[in-house]
């Protein structure tokens, strides 16, 4: 096993995310609830503990194969960056009362969480060899398959323009039918059945992939435009990145696609992130007193949060052995809804925002991470399988967006309603023209 040597740049870097996102999640959520805490109090945390979680975060280091890109290796340092060492920074260390924060009107069986501490500090271990996991299987580039579905890109084009435009028609006829109270206007309850599946379709897979492969300005904008209509008609926040990657899709392929080092980029990306949240919010709270962190409690505490709400709920409660799942649900004609089951338990918003493992958490208990993490890699390699020069460059966008939304979403939801099934088939086309390494 050819192992990484850990190099001073990615101690250093890990090091300063790593405080960032103890300084964002203590100012940012945990000062709201003291009003005596201050700066002293942040560095006085520093003890035993953080230097066992600095190595924690360190140890999948060793087993990065190869840099180049791939979805698996997209997928993995966006995991890692987003939920693995977040959740470390918030949940490892036992003298942390976030617990109590996330879940004050729950009565806990234990000084920490109602799982007993051994079984946590477990699951932080195998965890930890999860995502080492992934780094080891998903960091290595398939040689693609050089047979394809050699079909015409007019063709595609076509077809994918006039979806589009429905699209845009649909969103236009809603923007214009609740002009005067937009900002009240949320449809996300509505994205079911079709509908749903459409608007997912579009928003991860199609829409992206027409922005590429067409050169007209006008229909770049009128793309652009159609996100910024879905984000103001259902509020899902994760639409504003979507929107940063179409404006600077050049110097995202540029930074990211053609990285030698996609860790270390993302890495730089993120503790740039991480600062310009701390002084905005920083400075909205200590000037006028507004405290409303929402953005950075969205990216790095939710999906953590909603992982410990799994981790807690199926260690009181027996597994659904997959039958949670839309389809083997209604084979076995179970009718409880997992996500509502847990919202109702812990009172709060649905944890649907959730990361792929958790369809294995459910299913199989702790262990079941693993069944989650052979799934991910049997896709990642299928993807690899047909991925060649010819369909990267078509497909980056909609590879990066599919990553970011299977951290959001558990796995067979995203095969199915957000559209990784239909990226796998885009990703078997060979198109024709030679002109689209150009595009």
């Keep these: 096993m050819k192992l990484l040597k850990l190099n001073l740049n990615y101690i250093f870097l890990i090091f300063i995310y790593f405080f960032l996102i103890k300084l964002n999640i203590d100012h940012f959520v945990f000062k709201s609830h003291s009003i005596d805490y201050s700066f002293i109090d942040f560095f006085k945390k520093f003890n035993l503990f953080s230097i066992i979680e600095i190595i924690t975060i360190s140890l999948p280091f060793f087993f990065i194969k190869n840099k180049n890109f791939n979805f698996g290796y997209l997928f993995s340092v966006i995991f890692y960056l987003f939920l693995f060492i977040p959740f470390i920074c918030l949940f490892f260390d036992p ?19 109602s799982i007993e501490t051994k079984e946590f500090y477990f699951f932080i271990f195998i965890f930890t060899i999860n995502i080492s996991f992934l780094f080891f299987f998903l960091t290595t580039k398939s040689s693609p398959i050089k047979k394809s579905l050699n079909i015409n890109k007019d063709l595609i084009e076509k077809i994918l323009l006039i979806s589009f435009l429905i699209f845009f028609c649909l969103l236009s006829f809603f923007i214009l039918k609740e002009f005067n109270q937009l900002h009240f206007v949320n449809y996300r309850s509505k994205l079911k059945g079709l509908l749903g599946y459409y608007f997912y ?75 310009i949240i701390f002084l905005i919010n920083f400075s909205l709270w200590y000037f006028f007193k507004i405290h409303d962190p ?6 790095f505490v939710s999906q953590p949060k909603n992982l410990l709400m799994y981790l807690d709920f ?30 109702n338990f812990y009172r709060g918003g649905s944890p649907t925002s959730n990361v792929y493992a958790v369809e294995g958490i459910a299913a199989f208990g702790v262990w079941g991470i693993f069944f989650s993490t052979f799934l991910i890699i049997l896709l ?28 959001n979403t558990p796995f067979f939801t995203n095969l199915f309603t957000y559209g990784i099934g239909i990226t796998l088939i885009f990703s078997l086309i060979g198109l024709k023209k030679k002109n689209l390494h150009n595009a």
């Design 95 to 113: 003298s942390s009362n976030l617990i109590k924060i996330f879940f004050s009107h729950i009565i806990f069986s234990t000084h920490y969480i």
């Design 380 to 407: 990642s390699k299928m993807l690899s399988l047909f991925l060649c020069q010819n369909t990267e460059k078509y497909l980056y966008l909609t590879l990066i967006f599919q990553a970011v939304y299977m951290i």
């Design 201 to 275: 379709w579009n928003i991860i897979c199609l829409l992206p992939t027409f922005f590429l492969i067409q050169r007209n300005k006008l229909l770049h904008y009128m793309i652009i435009l159609s996100y910024i209509f879905s984000f103001v008609l259902f509020k899902i926040k994760i639409l504003l990145c979507f929107i940063i990657f179409l404006i600077f899709k050049d110097l995202i392929y540029n930074r990211i696609i053609n990285s030698k080092d996609l860790l270390k980029t993302f890495l730089i990306i993120n503790i740039a992130t991480l600062i």
């Design 294 to 299: 929402t953005y950075f409690q969205r990216i």
């Design 314 to 343: 199926f260690n009181l409660n027996s597994n659904t052995m997959m039958t949670h799942i839309g389809i083997i649900g209604k084979l076995t004609q179970n009718d409880n809804n997992i996500f509502d089951l847990i919202a």
